[in-house]
């Protein structure tokens, strides 16, 4: 019965080190995707751990805050592609990918505003609004830039992508002061 007792003791063991591996390796994937870059296999990953972040996230004025910490992240992310060592090709599927992410996460930052009309405070959703339209107007001067330092006009598809993050982005600018 003593090797009976040992090989359930042995499952056991195998069994806590099996969860601790797992439980780590998630928490290591999850740290990997918070420090990843656009172009990475991870990023999508740390994009959609974000949005889950905000989700759950109650308070209204703590989602709106953490929606501006992750937009400011977006922008720098964009200054980190324009200033890498990156050949032009890769930059440009870089570029792609966080122009697509600042227009999602204003035009969520947006949708999130307390809308002046409705509410009791419309101090404090006029503050909201003229927060959204800077980093709007951060985001737009960000792409302008971003689509001045590529080199030739063989770049035709992410003109058209970054004009259209570009044209969204002012959108989203307007529409939030116009709220």
Known sequence: SGSNQQSSFNLAHSFIIAVVVVLGGGALTVWAAGQSLPGSHLYPVKLAIERARVSASLAEDSRLQLQTQLADARLQELTDVVNSQDTANQKVAKMSQVAESIQNQLAIVNNQL?????????????????????KASQASKALVAAKESLPGSDKADLNIKLAEATEAVDKVGIEALEA
Do not use: D, H, R, W
């Open 114 to 134: 307390p809308k002046a009309g409705n509410k009791t405070e419309p101090q404090k959703a006029l503050a909201a609004a003229k927060m959204v339209s800077e």
